[in-house]
Every structure is written in structure tokens, then in C-alpha cells.
């Protein structure tokens, strides 16, 4: 790794609620800003593309600062894709978003990993949308791994009902 960083780096991307975009810059130079940092071939074709499958045309002007939070969700992802990214990492992508936006994300995810073969690391406590996202699942504890599987594993180990609050023990750092 250490002898391809740069390699390696420009076929990753990641999206996290928690990380703003430059708040004083409009949504299409943020895209621009990215697109060069990845040095995206055909960049103002690459933005038309993602501004279409976003709905982010009527935003392109407005500053990242003044989007609402589902609106500021949509252009990290769009952020996120700008250089079509084979490893892909989130966290919580779809924390705060209404049902309909969260639904919108995890679709535009799956889409994605299928259509371009991607790799996606995922950081949520969602078990919906773990189950949905995921084929292999790491629980972790102050940094440690206690319990590995698919979602359906671990479901049947913990009951549907129960995973929501093993996360939410696992967060807070309580005995699972």
C-alpha cells in the first residue's frame, strides 16, 4: 500500500454526515473542487451526470451552507461518486434523512455497488439498513470485533427486535 497510495487512493471516496462540505462554496464548485482533487477525466460531463441522478440541477448555485440536510446528503454522495470509486466508505449515510431520502440512498447504493462492481464499507447502527446494504458484518466495541456474520446470521442469533438494541449497547459501550 504504501508504494501505490496514490493509486490506491484515486479508486476511493467516502460520505459522512459529520464531515461538511466547504459551507461558503456553491454545490457545483465543491463538485469541481473534488472532481479536480481526483483528477476526473471529462469533469463537466461527470457533475451533468450526478447533478441528473441527484436532482441536484436547482442546487448547482446555491451555497453548500444553505442546504437543508437531506440536500447536504445528496451532494456528499455525489461528492462521493464523482470519481467513480471502486472502495467506497460511509458513515451512516443515512442519518437524519427523512424515510424517503434515506430510501433514495440506499437505493442509489445498491445501484451503484452493482453497476460498478464497487466495494462498500458501511459504519451504521440502521440494522434496516445493514441488512440491506451488507453481506458481511463486523460488530465492533471499543475498537474491538465481538461478533461477525451475514444479516441474516446475526438476526437469527439476536432476533430482529433485539439488533436494534445491540447496536445501540455496542455504541454506548455496555455488555452485549
Given at each position: 500500500?504504501?508504494?501505490?497510495?496514490?493509486?490506491?487512493?484515486?479508486?476511493?471516496?467516502?460520505?459522512?454526515?459529520?464531515?461538511?462540505?466547504?459551507?461558503?462554496?456553491?454545490?457545483?464548485?465543491?463538485?469541481?473542487?473534488?472532481?479536480?482533487?481526483?483528477?476526473?477525466?471529462?469533469?463537466?460531463?461527470?457533475?451533468?451526470?450526478?447533478?441528473?441522478?441527484?436532482?441536484?440541477?436547482?442546487?448547482?448555485?446555491?451555497?453548500?451552507?444553505?442546504?437543508?440536510?437531506?440536500?447536504?446528503?445528496?451532494?456528499?454522495?455525489?461528492?462521493?461518486?464523482?470519481?467513480?470509486?471502486?472502495?467506497?466508505?460511509?458513515?451512516?449515510?443515512?442519518?437524519?434523512?427523512?424515510?424517503?431520502?434515506?430510501?433514495?440512498?440506499?437505493?442509489?447504493?445498491?445501484?451503484?455497488?452493482?453497476?460498478?462492481?464497487?466495494?462498500?464499507?458501511?459504519?451504521?447502527?440502521?440494522?434496516?439498513?445493514?441488512?440491506?446494504?451488507?453481506?458481511?458484518?463486523?460488530?465492533?466495541?471499543?475498537?474491538?470485533?465481538?461478533?461477525?456474520?451475514?444479516?441474516?446470521?446475526?438476526?437469527?442469533?439476536?432476533?430482529?427486535?433485539?439488533?436494534?438494541?445491540?447496536f445501540l449497547d455496542i455504541a454506548r459501550n455496555t455488555d452485549i
Amino acid at each position: 500500500m504504501a508504494t501505490h497510495r496514490f493509486a490506491a487512493l484515486a479508486q476511493m471516496n467516502f460520505s459522512s454526515p459529520y464531515i461538511a462540505l466547504p459551507a461558503r462554496l456553491s454545490v457545483i464548485e465543491n463538485l469541481r473542487v473534488y472532481g479536480h482533487l481526483y483528477n476526473v477525466p471529462h469533469l463537466a460531463r461527470r457533475i451533468d451526470e450526478l447533478a441528473a441522478q441527484f436532482n441536484l440541477a436547482p442546487l448547482l448555485n446555491r451555497l453548500a451552507g444553505e442546504l437543508s440536510a437531506g440536500q447536504k446528503t445528496r451532494v456528499a454522495l455525489a461528492k462521493s461518486l464523482i470519481n467513480l470509486p471502486k472502495i467506497l466508505l460511509l458513515d451512516e449515510p443515512t442519518a437524519s434523512l427523512d424515510p424517503d431520502t434515506g430510501d433514495f440512498v440506499r437505493t442509489t447504493l445498491e445501484d451503484y455497488r452493482a453497476t460498478h462492481n464497487a466495494t462498500i464499507l458501511l459504519a451504521s447502527h440502521n440494522m434496516a439498513e445493514v441488512e440491506r446494504l451488507c453481506d458481511d458484518v463486523l460488530m465492533m466495541k471499543t475498537g474491538k470485533i465481538v461478533d461477525r456474520g451475514t444479516p441474516e446470521g446475526l438476526i437469527s442469533r439476536y432476533g430482529r427486535e433485539d439488533m436494534e438494541q445491540v447496536f445501540l449497547d455496542i455504541a454506548r459501550n455496555t455488555d452485549i
